[in-house]
């Protein structure tokens, strides 16, 4: 897997300070995507065990609150590969740190195993160490700055845990 960025100390993709990274690798090509070049699965940098290693420091500080994965496209099978054991490897060396991924899927086509473009062998594993899930792919007609933490207005923020204990969606606080 490649990526595009790492942003440490970041307070604009999610709740508290947090570090992002962009993974590189979307197929949804969203029009109006803010961070088009990262389509390419070969865009940016090789993701490696010393970047890894970097992420999983820049989390252990009391005041990071945790990781955010955007892309590009987290949850194309071939990214949940390598960022299924590396989520657990923060699970366990930061066990603090909150995971939100932004994914342009929606929480139906994730959990549905008929759905190969994007459910496979680690996608329930990384929706159950994910706290929250900002889902649906950006829609430039329902672009609305006002929103937080996402950028269309059928974007949802889902409370993952809550979802996976009550069997269906359960919106996050923050979707307001």
Avoid at 77 to 83: F, K, P, S
Avoid at 146 to 164: E, K, W
């Amino acid at each position: 897997m490649n990526y595009g960025q790492i942003i440490k100390n970041d307070v604009a993709n999610g709740i508290g300070c947090r570090t992002s990274l962009f993974v590189s690798g979307c197929t949804h090509h969203c029009k109006g995507c803010f961070n088009e070049m990262t389509w390419d699965f070969e865009y940016g940098l090789k993701f490696t065990k010393d970047v890894e290693d970097d992420i999983i420091d820049s989390l252990k500080p009391a005041y990071i609150s945790g990781i955010t994965i955007l892309g590009g496209e987290p949850m194309e099978i071939r990214n949940q590969e390598v960022l299924r054991p590396f989520i657990e490897k923060i699970k366990k060396e930061v066990p603090k740190a909150t995971v939100w991924i932004y994914s342009g899927y929606v929480w139906e086509e994730l959990t549905d195993p008929d759905n190969k473009r994007c459910h496979g062998a680690d996608t329930d594993a990384i929706l159950s160490m994910t706290d929250i899930l900002v889902d649906g792919e950006f829609v430039l007609a329902k672009k609305d700055m006002m929103l937080r933490f996402r950028g269309s207005s059928n974007q949802r923020i889902i409370d993952v845990p809550a979802t996976l204990k009550e069997g269906q969606i359960v919106m996050s606080e923050y979707n307001k």
